[in-house]
């Protein structure tokens, strides 16, 4: 009922920067808490950051001063802007939305399909 297609991810060295954007498509009713979560080959799935609809924000620790989420209700799009990037920031960035469609009476989790994001030394 939800479809999220991230885009922005690819190879930058360290100490560059890339904004990742994500927009959510479907019988949307409404959008609650949009965020994005990274998985590196061979680790879990680990948030990386996520923000309600009234713009409240929560940071993994490690990603803290250097990434900010955001986000414009008007379009159905989160964005995460990444600067001072690190090689350990490298993984497979995923774009995650909670929310309520037409014909279902509970929000459920969404996932988009992954960006890849590639950080050289």
């Known amino acids: 009922q939800v479809q999220l297609v991230e885009s922005g991810g690819g190879l930058v060295q360290a100490g560059g920067s890339l904004r990742l954007s994500c927009v959510a498509s479907?019988?949307?009713?409404?959008?609650?808490?949009m965020g994005w979560y990274r998985q590196a080959p061979g680790k879990q799935r680990g948030l990386v950051a996520t923000?309600?609809?009234?713009?409240?924000?929560n940071y993994a620790e490690s990603v803290k001063g250097r990434f900010t989420i955001s986000r414009d209700n008007a379009k159905n799009t989160v964005y995460l802007q990444m600067n001072n990037l690190e090689p350990g920031d490298t993984a497979v960035y995923y774009c995650?939305?909670?929310?309520?469609?037409?014909?279902?009476?509970?929000?459920?989790?969404?996932w988009g399909q992954g960006t890849q994001v590639t950080v050289s030394s």
């Open positions: 995650n939305c909670n929310a309520g469609v037409l014909g279902i009476s509970l929000s459920r989790s969404y």
């Open positions: 479907g019988s949307i009713f409404s959008i609650n808490a």
């Open positions: 923000i309600t609809r009234g713009g409240s924000t």
